[in-house]
RNA sequence: GGCCCGUUCGUCUAUCGGUUAGGACACCUGGUUUUCAACCAGGUAAGAGGGGUUCGACUCCCCUACGGGCUGCCA
């Protein structure tokens, strides 16, 4: 019987959601669901300079977006901040702590005067680390870890395997400030213990801050959890991700109209392999998602294979909530939305216009037929479609429509028909058709518009092509 | 500067000492077709470089190059 899994996402809400960050709180949230464990969020809100309840509100939208549900409330670690001080003094109490009174002037010098010395870096001792608490002076000071000298640390990572780091290149981190407020290091450590946090998956930024975590995690005598450093995401170009690379706040993608979940799966897929599997729904996806299937190297984004997934899930996303996404994404990309009688069309054409758009942009392009209304605007091309023969057959057609069935099997005759009474193949037909049913001359299957918007109002357009 | 991590087709990756180095995207060719797309078939394409270890290295070790990260009283 195993401990239940617990896992977290904890950003800074100093931004919208980073894609990196996005897919950190995917694995994450695949990690727990896929075992019946919790996902917690936990906001690391410590930098009162730079946090702002925008930006959470923003990264909160994100996760629910790519349909990230959290556990329990969201935790505010600045809210937490006395149980920190607190952890803090009860290492000083146990003696894995001591109190700092170097004043930031003499560690900046101390610094200055390596670098003068054209030392190479070395790292800052307190003196106060041995001192006789009698020698103390009344003035104000840090709370320092008392790491550990001699020795090494080692983290077992379960992406990055065993990472050895030697003490002697870490220095007494400061856990509680001068002003008594906590630095983030120790916050994340006292609130993923307080949290019962099993598995930390997170950045690989943070592969060598876990080194000096876990020794506070031993200070303290708590269970380090398992860790897991996941690699960053790069641009194309395999640089860092930055904004030169277009987009990278995970709302922005929803903006461009592509499908939440096929944003999963290609998020999943990037930096993490399961044999050859490549498109799979969440599910499935939380079945298989294990840490050891987690690469090393990071991966670039790359936007077709983004796009060629979310195809593949366009098509199989059921209709009903792919127009409820749709209407989403008409709002979130700031475009008109749909009126009462497009959405009522857009439920019939939705199970063909699927099965061939990647993104929601493509979607409405290809329902252009569905959301114009008569007069039909031409485009050139449409225009030149409609030449006068083209004009006679419309004209010649429109009769016979009037007392067809409104299938396919009863309109292919009759359109086939026309065709070769007047000596053309259907492809010569099809083209003043699409012209006519949608003003222009790249469109779905002429049936399916037909079948879509329906006899009379197919008659109508015609009617005025022909004219 | 020091320390840590990484490097398989253009891209995401499989491989966990012995394979014709596999799959997917992209690309190219052909097919289907009512346009675009989708779809089907086929093809081009990879172990950063150099040393070891081994009967045998993509796989293990070392060096170099390149990329990334950490090195704060930021998170």
């Not at 170009?237 to 922005?252: M, P």
Request: glycine share 8%.
């Amino acid at each position: 019987m195993s401990i239940p899994v617990v896992t977290r996402f904890a950003p800074s809400p100093t931004g919208y959601l980073h894609i990196g960050g996005g897919r950190t709180a995917l694995f994450n949230w695949l990690y727990a669901r896929g075992r019946g464990g919790k996902f917690l969020l936990r906001i690391e809100d410590t930098d009162r300079e730079r946090s702002t309840p925008e930006a959470t509100a923003a990264i909160l939208r994100g996760l629910t977006w790519l349909g990230l549900d959290w556990d329990g409330e969201v935790v505010s670690q600045f809210a937490r901040k006395d149980r920190h001080a607190e952890v803090a003094r009860e290492m000083l109490a146990r003696g894995t702590a001591y109190k700092c009174f170097s004043t930031q002037e003499e560690i900046a010098a101390f610094r200055a005067a390596q670098e003068a010395a054209g030392a190479s870096y070395a790292v800052f001792i307190s003196p106060w680390r041995d001192a006789d608490p009698a020698t103390y002076p009344d003035a104000p000071y840090a709370i320092r870890m008392k790491a550990p000298r001699t020795g090494e640390t080692v983290i077992e990572d379960q992406v990055q395997g065993r990472v050895v780091i030697k003490n002697e290149t870490l220095d007494d981190m400061i856990v509680l400030r001068s002003d008594g407020t906590p630095v983030y290091m120790l916050a994340v450590v006292v609130d993923d213990h307080d949290m019962g946090v099993t598995h930390v998956i997170r950045g690989d930024d943070h592969l060598n801050n876990a080194a000096r975590q876990q020794m506070v995690y031993d200070a303290m005598g708590w269970t380090v959890p398992v860790w897991a450093h996941i690699p960053l995401i790069h641009g194309p170009d395999g640089k860092k991700l930055s904004k030169r690379h277009g987009a990278t706040g995970v709302e922005e993608y929803q903006a461009m109209g592509y499908p939440a979940a096929g944003m999963r799966n290609y998020l999943t897929r990037l930096g993490w392999a399961h044999g050859d599997a490549e498109i799979f729904t969440s599910d499935e996806a939380m079945k298989m998602f294990d840490l050891s299937g987690i690469g090393r190297a990071p991966a670039r984004l790359d936007f077709k294979k983004l796009e060629n997934t979310c195809g593949h899930h366009m098509a199989m996303a059921e209709d009903a909530a792919l127009l409820h996404e749709l209407q989403a994404y008409l709002t979130a990309a700031g475009r008109p939305a749909l009126t009462e009688g497009q959405v009522s069309l857009m439920k019939q054409a939705l199970s063909f216009l699927k099965s061939s758009a990647k993104t929601f942009p493509e979607l409405i392009d290809k329902a252009a037929f569905l959301m114009v209304s008569r007069p039909i605007a031409r485009d050139a091309k449409a225009d030149e479609a409609l030449d006068t023969v083209s004009r006679g057959i419309l004209k010649s057609l429109t009769p016979r429509l009037h007392s067809a069935n409104w299938t396919k099997e009863a309109l292919e005759p009759i359109l086939t028909g026309i065709a070769a009474e007047n000596g053309i193949g259907f492809g010569k037909l099809a083209a003043p058709l699409r012209a006519a049913l949608a003003g222009r001359t790249v469109t779905p299957s002429v049936y399916d518009m037909m079948l879509t918007i329906g006899r009379e109002e197919t008659v109508a357009r015609l009617s005025d092509a022909a004219l």
